[in-house]
Structure formats: structure tokens, C-alpha cells
């Protein structure tokens, strides 16, 4: 029986492959190092501008070391604002609580007797000074109903030989709270009670407004704190 021969078709295989794999299409390269695709997007956070320059820390000044104060020495005993004497006593003047505080005050301030007015009511403080300068004075005035007026001028607050009273034109005896007083009649109107008229230290209480016997009976009372 005839067999064919199948070497001619396998040598023609071997062949086509042969020649195909020679003119065949290369497989693409797996990257290439200058390829023109987009990149993928990072997924870290951008980092700063080289270009941003850091603040710098502010200066620490130096706070200004506090001075000590000095400690005050103890004493061996605290002295009281004021006297229970004076205490007492000017609980009974007029005027406000401003008012008997100011006349405490100069009762321990002054070296000699201070007087204040126990005036009946509507009666009131407008005005008061005192000083230690030159021996001391202390001036008041207190206004009272239908216009009447009250001072008293107390220490060494006139340097003139009549004592500073105005001119009168009679004269009588009367009080001035513990004192006894001379009393005038003034040319202007007004009554006066004075004590140590010309002296160094005197006491003159003046009244415009007032009777003889209120303007008394005012001055019998004015109570003295020392």
C-alpha cells in the first residue's frame, strides 16, 4: 500500500513559525523612561514653600523687680481714732456725721479746747476749715431758719490787737460754752461773744438774725471737746 511522506509538511510548519516569529510585532516595553502619559496623583499632603521663611520667637522683656516695702515697727499700743471724752461729746453737735467726724478730727489735731454748736433743729453745717499752722484755728458756719446765721472763730485765727470783732456799740457779759464771755452788739446788726479778745488763742462766736436771748442761749451750750 502507498503511505505519503509527512516530512514536507512538517518541515513547511517549522518554516511558517520561523518566519513569523522573525517579522513578528516585539511586545511593548514594560515602561518606558520618557513616556508621555499623565502621571498618577500623589497621596501625600503637599509639603511647604521652600521659599516661606519661619517668624521668629518675640523677645521676652524682663519684668521690672518690685521695690519691698518697708515693714512699719509695732508699736506697743495702737492709739484710738478718738477719746471716749470726745467721742461722746461730739455725738451732741449738729451737723451730719461727716460733720462730727471733722470736729473729732481737730479736737486731737489742736492743742487747745475746740468748741462745736447744739443748735435747735433746721439748723445746719455750711462751711468748716481747720489747720495747725501757727498755732492752730478752726471756723465754722451754720445757717439756721428765717435766714439766722451761727460762726464760730476758735485758736489763733486773728493776729490783730482787737481780736478781729467789728465795732460795737454795747457790751455785756454772757458764756461761751464753759468760757465766760464778753458779748457785743455789732454796729452791722449782729451779737458777739468773745473770749481772750487780742490774745494769741481766742474765742469769738457771731450771730446775725438771732435775738439777744437766742443768740444766749446758743452760746451757753456750745459743748467743748478735748
Same mark, same amino acid.
Given at each position: ?9 512538517? $518541515? ?24 508621555? %502619559? ?14 516661606? #521663611?519661619? #517668624? ?25 481714732? #478718738? ?16 460733720? !462730727? ?30 489747720? !495747725? ?18 460762726? $464760730? ?20 457779759? %454772757? ?6 464771755? #464778753? ?13 481772750? !479778745?487780742?490774745? !494769741?488763742?481766742?474765742?469769738?462766736? $457771731? ?14 451750750? $456750745?459743748?467743748?471737746?478735748?
Amino acid at each position: 500500500m502507498y503511505r505519503r511522506s509527512r516530512l514536507p509538511l512538517l $518541515l513547511l510548519i517549522v518554516f511558517a513559525v520561523s518566519a513569523c516569529i522573525s517579522s513578528g510585532t516585539p511586545a511593548a516595553p514594560a515602561a518606558q523612561a520618557s513616556g508621555t %502619559g499623565s502621571p498618577a496623583p500623589a497621596s501625600a499632603s503637599p509639603s511647604p514653600a521652600a521659599s516661606e #521663611t519661619p #517668624t521668629a520667637a518675640p523677645t521676652a522683656t524682663e519684668e521690672p523687680t518690685p521695690t519691698e516695702e518697708p515693714t512699719p515697727s509695732p508699736t506697743e499700743a495702737s492709739t484710738p481714732s #478718738t477719746s471716749p471724752g470726745v467721742e461722746g461729746a461730739v455725738a451732741g453737735c449738729t451737723g451730719s456725721d461727716d460733720n !462730727r467726724a471733722f470736729f473729732a478730727k481737730a479736737a486731737l489735731d489742736l492743742a487747745w479746747p475746740v468748741y462745736c454748736a447744739a443748735l435747735p433743729a433746721r439748723w445746719f453745717v455750711t462751711a468748716g476749715s481747720y489747720s !495747725r499752722a501757727n498755732g492752730g484755728k478752726l471756723e465754722i458756719a451754720y445757717k439756721g431758719p428765717n435766714g439766722a446765721k451761727l460762726e $464760730l472763730h476758735e485758736g489763733a485765727f486773728c493776729a490783730a490787737s482787737d481780736g478781729c470783732v467789728p465795732a460795737e456799740t454795747g457790751s455785756g457779759y %454772757g458764756t461761751f460754752g464753759d468760757q465766760a464771755a #464778753t458779748v457785743l452788739e455789732l454796729e452791722d446788726g449782729r451779737v458777739a461773744a468773745v473770749v481772750g !479778745r487780742g490774745e !494769741r488763742l481766742s474765742w469769738l462766736a $457771731l450771730g446775725d438774725g438771732l435775738g439777744a436771748d437766742a443768740f444766749a442761749s446758743i452760746t451757753s451750750v $456750745l459743748i467743748r471737746l478735748d
